[in-house]
């Protein structure tokens, strides 16, 4: 009986807050009493915008109350203490009690101040702090109870309508349930232990672990590839302006100012390069950092010990790891300001008149870093029409009986020749033309063709001009690529190689370019667009449009696509 009292005595003099006997007690304004340093404790750790209140019956305080011993009560429990009626058992030192924040799991038989949960029970279904968890190991049937990491939500194991643990997956139904939904509703369904799915589904996970793993190295090596570009992108620069700037102190005073132009124009290129090359491996990088967090939230997953949880958590988290279409960086042998050097060496050679006619090729045409990733060829008309560009003609290339019309996007051949000015430029045997604009980006055109026999092409500006064999025709050399539109039929020519081609006829050719992949395609344009011939190569020197008419009165003429 005393024992029994001595006990009794005892819990009334713990602290609600560590659980131990009370050490330096107080009493706050509700009458609740508590260890100074604990109570203290409790209210330092509140925001100071928070109402200070009792742990115990919750009621609040507008400011923190002051605190004074109760003499009383340490009277009391030092009496106890001496008297041997209550031992004080050695307590845990404040600074080792471990509260239960808002993102922890609480430990679900703590009263008042609730610590932090220490271990989760499958079986008992409830949390516990190590304190109350010292029977799990002391009570022989308890040891047997399968303990886990604390988890959530503990009480979604327990079905809603039987109160029976869920220990069997329905795959008909995609869902967890327990033994007697499998002998009612799921009766005939394809039922399994919720063990051998989560089996099942984490050898699942760690194949989708493995892809994303392959996808981290793959986009690793892709930014590796991308810092050596940086490093050609900038050593090509420099070398073109050490080359122009050569260049241009051979020329007289009048050049001076063009040789700060390309300077300015190759620095301004090189910036615009590296930093949309660090652009893309930064966005790169922002991908391996979103697939390292994936691949944390798989492994965190896979870890998981409760079948039941596992399961529930396994569809949100696994369609994160899916295994997205791989990409890689490949990147082809390009120069990328050598045409500066080429231009500005014409410069030096044509003086005034370069100046006037040849600018153009000294201008840097703005390239895209994002074709250092595959991209796919446009399909429907619409997105072929995005990359259209304006192409005229260049009265200094026109054979004398080309007339050009509509401010010189049509070309006609015509039997009178015209008074055209002698240029080095002209093309003197055959009926041809180049443009003005050169290509060296991604870009589409449509070429209106009507007559016996027309060629759209692409060349090189330094094609032959003054000779009448195969060095000057569109198709027939190694610096000009053609299609011949026939009412006959249709071929394709390159260096002296003709390639017969089926597919529709069409009044109407569209040719798209996309010159840092190397790719040069010919379509067949109405309601639809059909590819009639595909080109992949490297090309060295801008690009330039042309036409070549065959008989009197054949036409070309560049549409307005925009």
Partial sequence: MAQQGAQLDRAK?????????????????????????????????????????????????????????????????????????????????????????????????????????????????????????????????????????????????ICSRHDEVMKIFCRTDQQIICYLCSVEDHKDH???????????????????????????????????????????????????????????????????????????????????????????????????????????????????????????????????SEPTESSSIYIRPLRYCEFVTAAVSKLRDKLQDILKEEWTNVSLTETEVDVLLPQPEPKTRAEFLKYSCEITLDPNTAYTQLLLSDGNRKATFIREKKSYSSHPDRFTYWCQALSRESLTGRCYWEVEWGGRQVYAAVAYKDISRA?????????????????????????????????????????RLGVYLDYRAGILSFYSVSQTMTLLHRVQTTFTQPLYAGVWLYDYGDTAEFCKLK
């Avoid at 190694?478 to 597919?503: E, H, Q, R, V």
Wanted: proline letters at 3%; hydrophobic letters at 30%; charged letters at 25%.
């Fill in 190 to 320: 394809d039922t399994v232990s919720a063990a051998a799915e989560r089996t099942e589904r984490q050898r699942e996970l760690e194949v989708s672990q493995q892809n994303i793993q392959q996808k981290i190295q793959d986009r690793e090596k892709d930014v590796k590839l991308l810092q050596q570009e940086v490093k050609a992108i900038t050593c090509s620069a420099d070398k073109a302006v050490e080359d122009s700037e050569k260049i241009f102190t051979e020329l007289i005073h009048h050049l001076q100012k063009r040789s700060s132009d390309v300077k300015q124009q190759i620095r301004s290129q090189q910036e615009t390069e590296v930093s949309r090359v660090k652009e893309l491996q930064e966005k790169l990088q922002q991908e391996i950092t979103e697939l390292k967090r994936k691949d944390a939230e798989l492994k965190k997953l896979s870890r998981t010990e409760d079948h039941n949880q596992f399961l529930h958590s396994y569809r949100s988290v696994s369609q994160l």
């Fill in 467 to 507: 000779r009448w064999w195969n060095a000057c025709k569109y198709g027939h050399n190694n610096k000009s690529w053609a299609l011949c539109c026939d009412t006959n039929g249709n071929k394709f020519l390159f260096n002296n190689i003709s390639t017969p081609i089926s597919g529709p006829q069409s009044s």
């Fill in 13 to 157: 003099f713990c602290c609600s807050i560590c659980l131990d006997l009370l050490k330096d007690p107080v009493t706050i304004p509700c009458g609740h009493s508590y260890c100074m340093i604990c109570i203290d404790n409790f209210w330092d750790g509140k925001d100071k915008r928070e109402i200070y209140s009792c742990p115990q019956c919750r009621q609040t305080f507008t400011t923190r109350p002051v605190l004074m011993k109760n003499t009383l009560l340490v009277t009391l429990v030092e009496q106890l203490k001496t008297t041997g009626l209550l031992a004080a058992p050695a307590a845990a030192p404040v600074a080792d009690l471990c509260y239960a924040g808002t993102e922890d799991v609480a430990c679900d038989f703590c009263t008042g101040i609730k610590l932090k949960a220490f271990k989760s029970c499958l079986v008992c279904l409830a949390s516990y702090c190590k304190k109350h968890l010292q029977p799990h190991h002391d009570v022989a049937p308890l040891k047997k109870h399968k303990l886990v990491d604390p988890l959530e939500k503990l009480q979604e194991n």
